[in-house]
């Protein structure tokens, strides 16, 4: 697993780290979820949230309230409580807060039984995890999730905040999302920052949260050196 730091800008902390797969060699997350078949989901699901868990109790700043974000497959999910019980073992193993865990997942075209999701969400929060939604305006992610339930945070796709400095359509497009964020009671988290620029506007429409390559590039098994930009 290697870890990506999504900060606080206004408070100048780490706000979380997303734990990312990687080969053992390095590979991307790409190269390896392609081998994953139907018939090992659940079975991977499981090894790298557990994997993600241990190495945050081992890294993470035991006196602080660092979040771990761990990307999760819903098709892998069979029964939400039963699922769970890895991670909650994996946890209670390395003394790791349960409440500093954040799941967030993406809808794709496998993706077809909402009510599942939203038990799973529900159960979720439930046990106190945080729950997010991932790549919020790219392909599937978007309102009709949105309709259907309602997550802690939403991250928004790094399509959509690449060249939204100069964009009046894609600044419009966020408006509507801080709009919805705000009345549903949801926390906003922007991805893929790159330019001071992309980060200037992002502030300026009221984002705090924010990740990309602009402030670090993810570090395998370790804490990658973070710059705060202003």
């Known amino acids: 697993m290697a870890f990506h730091p999504i900060i606080d800008i206004t408070r100048g902390i ?6 990312l797969v990687r080969g053992t060699r390095g590979e991307p997350a790409g190269a390896i979820l392609s081998q994953v ?3 090992r989901q659940y079975k991977f699901d499981q090894a790298c949230r557990v994997k993600a868990i241990e190495l945050a109790g081992r890294l993470f700043p035991a006196t602080e309230d660092t979040k771990l974000s761990i990307n999760f497959m819903p ?8 699922c769970i019980r890895t ?3 994996a946890a209670r193993r390395v003394g790791f807060d349960t409440r500093r865990i954040m799941f967030e997942f ?5 993706m077809v039984d909402t009510k599942h999701v939203a038990r799973i969400i529900a159960e979720y929060r439930r046990l106190g995890f945080i729950t997010a ?3 919020f305006g790219a392909g599937h992610a978007g309102l ?4 259907n339930f309602q997550t802690d945070l939403i991250k928004i796709d790094m399509e959509l905040i690449r060249g939204i400095t100069d964009s009046a359509a894609r600044q419009a497009i966020l408006s509507g999302i801080l709009v919805m964020a705000r009345a549903l009671d949801i926390t906003i988290i922007a991805e893929g920052i790159e330019t001071e620029a992309e980060l200037a506007t992002l502030k300026s429409a009221g984002i705090n949260l924010f990740q990309g390559f ?13 710059s705060f930009s202003a």
């Open 14 to 19: 780490v706000w979380g780290y997303e734990a």
């Open 214 to 226: 602009l402030f670090a590039r993810p570090a395998i098994e370790n804490l990658p050196p973070v």
């Open 75 to 82: 098709n892998a999910v069979y029964e939400p409580a039963a």
């Open 144 to 147: 009709n999730l949105l309709a």
């Open 106 to 110: 993406t809808e794709n075209e496998r």
């Open 133 to 135: 939604i991932d790549d």
């Open 37 to 39: 078949d139907e018939e």
């Open 87 to 89: 991670s909650l073992e």
